[in-house]
């Protein structure tokens, strides 16, 4: 069992940055693809982007290509997701998940076996 706790969120002006992270609980954190996912409002979820086991296999959505970075430390068991540029558009609450059969970073959500309980993101214009 993985517990996910995401962090970073709040309320930021456009073509402002955030930094959200995930803390993963668990010894096994290393060898888990993890993804960050976001849900507007009357929206279904949607990937944003993922990472494997070591961070050098990174998958974005095209919506956030060159804006937002993905990144993990593995000695923290964190996650982080560093937003830039960021449009109100990206206003959503983000969702940290992750998954331990995963050897590819992913964008289905159903692929994901753990989830966290989110965090909000707002983005004024």
């Known amino acids: 069992q993985v517990q996910l706790v995401e962090s970073g969120g709040g309320l930021v002006q456009a073509g402002g940055s955030l930094r959200l992270s995930c803390a993963a609980s668990g010894r096994t954190f290393s060898t888990y693809v993890m993804g960050w996912f976001r849900q507007a409002p009357g929206k279904e979820r949607e990937f944003v982007a993922a990472?494997?086991?070591?961070?050098?296999?990174?998958n974005y959505a095209d919506s956030v290509k060159g804006r937002f970075t993905i990144s993990r430390d593995n000695a923290k068991n964190t996650v982080y997701l560093q937003m830039s540029s960021l449009k109100p558009e990206d206003t959503a609450v983000y969702y940290c998940?992750?998954?331990?059969?995963?050897?590819?970073?992913?964008?289905?959500?159903?692929?994901?076996?753990?989830w966290g309980q989110g965090t909000q993101v707002t983005v004024s214009s």
């Open positions: 998940a992750a998954d331990r059969v995963l050897t590819a970073p992913r964008a289905r959500a159903d692929e994901y076996l753990y």
């Open positions: 990472l494997n086991w070591s961070g050098r296999a990174t």
